[in-house]
């Protein structure tokens, strides 16, 4: 939906609405750990962005799924640590609902009082939650996207505004300093744990990379996203700070943002203006504009861990009926309803000072596995395809470091640490959440006989219950040991995933025939001794693909290699004798086609698109035909293997046109 005319904005709204509904949340909480070093300690909360922004970016460039961290740990590390991301940052979005509900209703008491206390409170803030979830299961329209872009507009504006005004009215640089006395006022725990809690603000960045396969973004426009938004938040967040804590100053080892205005620090900051007559017009609009971020703020947590849940229910992390897509929506109703309730149990006690610290044990943890990932994964896959590299990388062994994911690991790590140290409902709220989410994938993963650290796949059909009869029975793949194997046997997996994955039974499998053509020249007997490394090279391309394909729920892979004169006929001929209900074929030539093309048992007008072989399977072939290329001037696949011929030398595939 998004794709062809939505790119960069969209990521920077989604990044902003997070972000600047932190500080609103967030401020009140910080000055009262940090007091005069709040300033200091947000510009800190700048370069954890900075630093976080780099890793997701590259992630979600590299892994362009539904989700971010887990999908980095992934492939990085092992479905248990990807399990861990996702979980951690489920807790995560499902307190930023809570925390963002539960502030909206103190901003509103700005236009009435009763809004921010008691019952009210109460079923104000529920309401919230509510009309978050129905909007969130109706899914994330066009519209939604141009109301966010606009409100981030108006709050950009406003920010600045505040800031200006502030620094004219109140600054004074030693109304300040004077109330600083490290390790008293503030202590260092207390220092230490207001750098954790105002580093959370990266939580944008994990819900706009859900949308990394929906978007298309440049490597410009990826640079212009890391470069605006860590503008932003330095700017602002340090500005605001310096005039939050000028018009409202420590004095006697606290200060009025913390004591007076915990829940609704920003208008704490418009009624220390003078006179009235300016200060309480801007106290309504900022009231106003805090309330529709914060709701928008939870809109994005929504549309987070709708990607998360679909992410972790399609590879059997979490069981498919939690991650259950709406049959018309197709959205995540049952994850979304589930955290409604557990956020709207968290607003019961009112607790911001908890709800925060937990806010900050799950995504500094979450965050510390994303920036591991990136580093890891600079070894394991090093030469894999980066729309955006971060950079600052040094040579180590066979790969590049990057010197700002290494860092951002230790800084996120420490600041973790910290906050388990300093806050004790962190603590063991936290430690029983992780606990209690291991334990659940172990047994989920153990009693459905799945592997705990082996990727387990399952069509998207599984979510929306679909039952019926596997379309496709057995797929012919064939081989050619070039870049596109990987992805002709995922889509095949995908074709012939188990469709009841609720049921084990192997008769309800699909298979995927892998198939590895040797072409013999006309110079030598079909019969000839073929060498030893093109055998070495068939036999690996055979286990890679069998790896690949068994990921898929209920998938079996067999494996066979033909000798034959056209790698072509024998790839018709095969399907025939097989009786196979679908060919999957990558091109052997750059095409004009992304992703896969259906096309039926009798091809069209072909020679601007696919080689030789390719077009002879498309006119022959007695069955469907789904053709899997590269756009133009990315590498094609390899031809065909050729036997060698009679002086020891390759023989020449037949060259496609």
Request: net charge positive.
């Amino acid at each position: 939906m998004f794709r062809r005319t939505l790119g960069q904005p969209v990521l920077f709204a989604i990044i902003y609405t997070v972000v600047a509904a932190a500080l609103y949340f967030s401020l009140g909480v910080v000055a009262g750990r940090a007091l005069g070093l709040t300033p200091v300690v947000f510009l800190i909360a700048g370069v954890f962005f900075l630093l976080a922004a780099m890793t997701y970016v590259e992630g979600a460039s590299l892994h362009q799924d539904r989700a971010g961290a887990t999908i980095f740990a992934r492939y990085a590390f092992n479905e248990l640590v990807s399990f861990v991301a996702g979980w951690v940052m489920i807790l995560d979005y499902i307190i930023l609902l809570s925390v963002t509900a539960f502030t909206a209703t103190h901003y509103l008491a700005a236009f009435w009082a009763p809004l921010g206390r008691g019952a009210l409170e109460t079923i104000v803030a529920l309401g919230i939650l509510v009309w978050v979830a129905w909007r969130s299961i109706r899914g994330f329209a066009r519209t939604r996207v141009q109301r966010m872009a606009a409100l981030v507009i108006v709050d950009i504006v406003l920010q600045v505004i505040v800031v200006v005004l502030g620094a004219s009215v109140f600054f004074h640089v030693d109304a300040i300093t004077d109330t600083i006395h490290l390790g008293s006022t503030p202590t260092w725990g207390d220092t230490v744990f207001a750098v954790g809690v105002a580093t959370v603000l990266f939580t944008g960045l994990e819900s706009a990379s859900g949308l990394s396969g929906e978007l298309r973004v440049g490597r410009r426009g990826l640079k212009r996203l890391i470069a605006s938004a860590t503008i932003t938040v330095l700017v602002l967040y340090v500005g605001v700070a310096v005039v939050a804590m000028s018009a409202l100053p420590v004095v006697g080892n606290e200060t009025s943002l913390a004591r007076n205005y915990l829940n609704d620090p920003m208008v704490g900051v418009a009624e220390a203006f003078h006179p009235r007559w300016y200060s309480d017009p801007l106290k309504y609009v900022i009231a106003a504009a805090a309330t529709a971020t914060l709701i928008a703020a939870a809109g994005s947590a929504m549309l987070g861990l709708s990607r998360l849940s679909y992410a972790l229910s399609t590879n059997r992390q979490i069981p498919s009926a939690l991650g259950r897509l709406h049959p018309r929506r197709g959205t995540p109703y049952v994850v979304i309803v589930l955290a409604t309730v557990i956020a709207g149990a968290l607003v019961l006690p009112h607790d911001l000072d908890f709800l925060v610290g937990l806010y900050a044990f799950g995504g500094l943890l979450g965050l510390t596995i994303a920036h591991l990932s990136i580093v890891v994964s600079r070894f394991r896959e090093p030469g894999r395809k980066r729309p955006y590299r971060m950079p600052l990388s040094i040579r180590i062994g066979g790969g590049d470091l990057p010197i700002p994911a290494a860092l951002g690991a230790v800084l996120a790590a420490l600041a973790w640490v910290s906050v388990v140290a300093t806050h004790s409902g962190a603590r063991w709220v936290g430690f029983g959440w992780l606990a209690c989410g291991v334990a659940f994938y172990v047994a989920y993963r153990t009693t459905q006989g799945k592997p705990l650290l082996k990727r387990v796949v399952v069509p998207e059909k599984a979510l929306r219950g679909e039952r019926h009869d596997a379309e496709y029975g057995s797929i012919l793949v064939p081989i050619f040991g070039g870049p596109l194997d990987d992805d002709i046997v995922q889509t095949a997996g995908r074709l012939a995933a188990e469709e009841d994955v609720e049921s084990f039974e192997a008769d309800h499998g699909a298979t995927i025939e892998a198939l590895w053509v040797f072409e013999v020249p006309m110079s030598l007997p079909i019969d000839a001794a073929l060498p030893d490394e093109q055998l070495k090279r068939a036999r690996a391309a055979l286990a890679r693909a069998k790896a690949v394909g068994e990921e898929y729920e209920g998938v079996e892979v067999a494996t066979a290699t033909v000798r034959a004169r056209r790698a072509g006929q024998a790839i018709v001929d095969e399907a025939r004798r097989r009786g196979v209900q679908a060919i999957v074929l990558a091109a052997e030539e750059p095409s004009k086609i992304r992703g896969g093309a259906l096309l039926g048992g009798r091809g069209g007008p072909l020679d601007n698109f696919v080689g030789e072989v390719t077009k002879y399977v498309i006119a022959k072939a007695p069955c469907q035909v789904i053709l899997t290329a590269p756009p133009a001037g990315e590498r094609p696949a390899r031809k065909p293997e050729a036997a060698a011929d009679g002086d020891g030398r390759p023989a020449a595939a037949p060259a496609p046109r």
